[in-house]
């Protein structure tokens, strides 16, 4: 479900249910062309769509982070937005990416999506299984 699908009479209604916020990092850094950032945005809707589809009653999609680095400052940046989000009431953040090699660390998401090692999406059994694992494992 996305963000704007979300009236704000029903949310107090719905936070309960909506547990899991996905948060996407585009991962553009500027240098980018106009056809490299569409395909950028394209992969990572398709990756988006193994979390968004069949978890549509649970998750809630933010909008994206387009542009990051690996500077701290940036990064520090993405932990300040999952603790904002958390103090809305997320129990899980996902932040997830399309882009190779985007991965930093961030303690304050709870899991992170990213192509493998050689540039694929990964299937959506590892995906399903790596949500099932966070939601189980963190159940108390």
């Known amino acids: 479900m996305k963000f704007?699908?979300?009236?704000?009479?029903?949310?107090?209604?719905?936070k309960p249910y909506l547990?899991?916020?996905l948060l996407p990092i585009t991962g553009l850094d500027g240098s980018e062309s106009?056809?490299?950032?569409?395909?950028?945005l394209e992969?990572?809707?398709?990756i988006m769509d193994l979390v968004e589809i069949p978890y549509k009653g649970r998750v809630v999609t933010y909008p994206a982070c387009h542009?990051?680095?690996t500077d701290p400052a940036a990064q520090a940046q993405i932990a300040s937005y999952c603790r904002a989000l958390k103090g809305q009431?997320?129990?899980?953040i996902i932040l997830i990416t399309?882009?190779?090699h985007t991965e930093i660390q961030i303690n304050e998401a709870d899991l992170w999506i990213s192509p493998t090692?050689?540039?694929?999406?990964?299937?959506?059994?590892?995906?399903?299984?790596q949500i099932r694992e966070l939601w189980s494992h963190n159940r108390t």
């Open 4 to 14: 704007s699908e979300i009236q704000q009479e029903q949310w107090e209604e719905l």
């Open 34 to 40: 106009p056809v490299e950032a569409t395909l950028a």
């Open 89 to 92: 009431g997320f129990k899980y």
């Open 67 to 69: 542009y990051i680095s």
């Open 43 to 46: 992969n990572l809707r398709d």
């Open 117 to 129: 090692e050689n540039g694929e999406i990964p299937s959506s059994d590892q995906v399903n299984l």
């Open 98 to 100: 399309a882009k190779l």
């Open 19 to 21: 547990d899991t916020c």
